[in-house]
């Protein structure tokens, strides 16, 4: 049967008041950014439609305005349930002054939801979120005052204790692929993602809703390779043909990189290698350093944004990327992944699978190790990264990923705000201190408990440009500080509580601060708990 087409225009105006309509994409991928965009402006012009819920696993958008932020006008949106809020301000701005009822769930979760909605089941069971702020004895997920509807519950079954996330309603799905047929089966060869698409697609057409696409290029029925079909017609309801390539970029920082979907020459490949580290390390640097000593050859590794993003580099300058199996939450298997807006998005990756087939992956105990970001550390090791005061970047993946990684590695600077430091005939010099503490008694947030860490015995390392910390049942061990400082001035006078001491406390290895830094032999890097070397 012939799918319908719109335009942008007539695609919002499906949407009626009160609905709840999932978006696709990821950060700046795979977004219909045409469709959002008009029923925006449609909203602006007629005040409808209003009172919607939004639905979104990843946030989408670039921080000033694209993608979901479209919506972020009072009265348009009178609820929302996301994963990553970091680069939607405009949302985040209702959410924090009380405009709307807000709930930020894990990613992986989100992507669960859509699966186990689209079979017809109540909800998801999984112990993702225990002891963070996404437990109902702690917040529930809720974001502020006015959002009161308990999405999250706390369930025994079999002596063990999980978390019940409610099915989510999808009444209309506003998703993006690359060419349509005339039947409406969807393909994605110029997309680096997959994401939760058909996921969302079921779940939507098993509730009586509806699914519209963007894509950009519309074929007969019958031409395209069924293996290459991503969402069967029989799911689809519109597609709307995007005819501006602003609006249809493979990313929000990139129109199109043949390496994202694995179509780049072999000099293509050399020419998107990993840029090479300075010879004069700064902060990140050195954290990049110390950690990737600790890398596994042949293991599956996922890597946070920020700090962790500088391991791959260093692991690309000392020749291991070749032994490492890098992924990306989003569904990028191998290859390099990309930053910045490009991130989800990897260089030459060996396979692309959908976000929710990843998080059953990563929520088997898939990733080996996990490297993540550390912005703030409690004295028993807990982890926020989720919210500050008036700022919500949300949980993303990361709650997924580091309570279920085989052993997770916090990688961030020692303190925040303009920290400055060099490095001189072998010493570590602090030229200006970060004006922010990090290793704070409490946390504002917790997006990693300690607490379940200890219980399921995950060994967990928070590694610094200046010390290094392991988590024991009694808290944060302080076991490696850099050569240079001195352990009152530039530690512990830097923390809100006092560490445990290792009575073994040794020197960070000297290597890393060396100019012609070279990782150890292979049988000095493995897990969490191996020995401290001394310099």
Not at 191 to 197: P, V
Not at 454 to 469: G, N, S
Request: aromatic residues 6%.
């Amino acid at each position: 049967m012939a799918v319908t087409q719109l335009t942008a225009e007539q695609a919002a105006a499906w949407i009626k008041d009160g609905q709840s309509v999932m978006l696709g994409g990821f950060i700046g991928s795979v977004v219909p950014e045409s469709i959002i965009k008009a029923l925006g402006r449609r909203f602006e012009r007629d005040q409808s439609p209003s009172d919607l819920t939004l639905l979104f696993a990843a946030g989408q958008g670039d921080g000033a305005g694209r993608a979901a932020d479209h919506l972020a006008i009072p009265g348009l949106v009178k609820r929302v349930i996301g994963g990553h809020w970091g680069l939607v301000p405009g949302l985040q701005r209702l959410a924090l002054q009380n405009e709307i009822e807000a709930y930020n769930l894990p990613q992986g979760v989100i992507s669960h939801l859509l699966r186990d909605t689209a079979a017809g089941k109540p909800g998801t069971l999984t112990t993702t979120g225990l002891g963070t702020y996404i437990d109902p004895r702690l917040e529930g997920g809720k974001i502020n005052a006015i959002t009161r509807e308990d999405l999250v519950s706390l369930v025994e079954l079999g002596g063990e204790e999980y978390l019940f996330y409610q099915r989510l309603t999808v009444d209309v799905a506003i998703l993006r692929g690359t060419t349509a047929d005339t039947d409406g089966n969807i393909t994605m060869e110029d997309e680096c993602l997959i994401a939760e698409n058909l996921a969302t697609a079921q779940a939507a057409r098993n509730q009586g809703g509806q699914v519209i696409v963007q894509v950009k290029r519309i074929v007969p029925a019958g031409t395209l390779d069924p293996h290459a079909i991503k969402i069967p017609g029989i799911f689809v309801d519109a597609v709307v043909l995007c005819n501006d390539e602003s609006e249809h970029m493979q990313t929000f920082a990139t129109q199109f990189n043949p390496a994202f979907v694995g179509r780049a020459t072999v000099r293509e490949q050399h020419e998107t290698a990993p840029m090479a580290v300075t010879s004069e390390p700064d902060a990140k640097t050195l954290i990049a350093r110390r950690a990737a000593m600790l890398l596994a050859p042949d293991s599956v590794l996922n890597l946070g944004i920020g700090v962790p993003e500088y391991i791959a580099v260093v692991a690309g300058e000392q020749g291991l990327l070749d032994r490492l199996t890098l992924t990306v939450e989003p569904g990028a298997i191998g290859g390099l992944p990309a930053s910045g807006l490009d991130f989800g998005a990897s260089l030459h990756p060996q396979a692309i699978i959908t976000q929710d087939q990843m998080f059953d992956f990563y929520d088997g105990g898939g990733i080996d190790q996990a490297f993540l970001g550390l912005a703030q550390c409690s004295a028993m090791g807990d982890i926020n990264v989720s919210r500050f005061g008036d700022r919500l970047p949300g949980c993303g993946g990361f709650i997924n990923i580091s309570q279920h990684a085989k052993s997770v590695y916090f990688c961030g600077t020692f303190t925040a705000g303009g920290l400055e430091v060099e490095v001189r005939d072998g010493q570590l010099h602090i030229c200006r201190e970060g004006s922010q503490i990090k290793f704070v008694e409490q946390v504002e947030q917790i997006t990693f408990s300690a607490r379940r860490a200890v219980q399921t015995q995950q060994p967990v390392r928070y590694i610094t440009e200046r010390a290094v910390f392991r988590l024991e049942p009694q808290g944060l061990v302080l076991e490696e500080i850099a050569p240079g400082m001195d352990l009152e001035r530039d530690i512990l006078s830097k923390m809100s509580f006092m560490p445990i001491i290792d009575p073994d406390l040794c020197l960070m290895p000297a290597d890393i601060f060396s100019p012609t830094f070279r990782l150890p032999g292979e049988q000095n890097r493995g897990p969490v708990n191996q020995d401290c070397e001394a310099s």
